[in-house]
């Protein structure tokens, strides 16, 4: 099953998916929000041609589990999404989920340029292989 996970930002959108079998997750590049019909329209297309059968949104809960402001707009952001793609649309908790994606690329050797570059989409890794994790095919 082909899974597609997302970070949510204010600035920009981290993407993962994963292999068809949904085993593993791969990070793809992150979007940069322009318009709310732009950014959904180009996740809409992204599900229709990679043929997403499921689509997983990063929930940032604070740490002692309650939501935020942040947590608010995700949440509301998945609404959206919701409606306008076949696909379901699944919350997955992603407390700490940035601060391991961080830890992964720095010990990959990426320079903080690159790291920031890459930090969405790693941390939108994390939140897919958490759900697999969860939600084993």
């Not at 940069?32 to 599900?47: E, G, I, Q």
Request: charged share 25%.
């Amino acid at each position: 099953m082909r899974v597609l996970g997302i970070d949510y930002g204010q600035v920009r959108i981290g993407l993962a998916m994963t292999d068809p079998e949904g085993r593993m997750a791969f990070a793809r590049p992150a979007l940069k929000r322009t318009t709310r019909d732009a950014l959904f329209a180009a996740l809409a297309a992204l599900v229709e041609a990679e043929g997403v059968e499921a689509v997983v949104v990063g929930l940032p809960l604070t740490l002692d589990g309650e939501d935020s402001l942040t947590t608010r707009q995700a949440r509301n952001f998945a609404e959206s999404l919701a409606r306008r793609i076949t696909a379901p649309v699944h919350l997955m908790d992603e407390r700490l989920s940035s601060a391991a994606a961080q830890a992964q690329l720095k010990e990959a050797g990426l320079c903080s340029r690159k790291m920031k570059s890459r930090l969405d989409s790693q941390a939108a890794v994390q939140i897919l292989e958490t759900w697999i994790g969860q939600n084993p095919a």
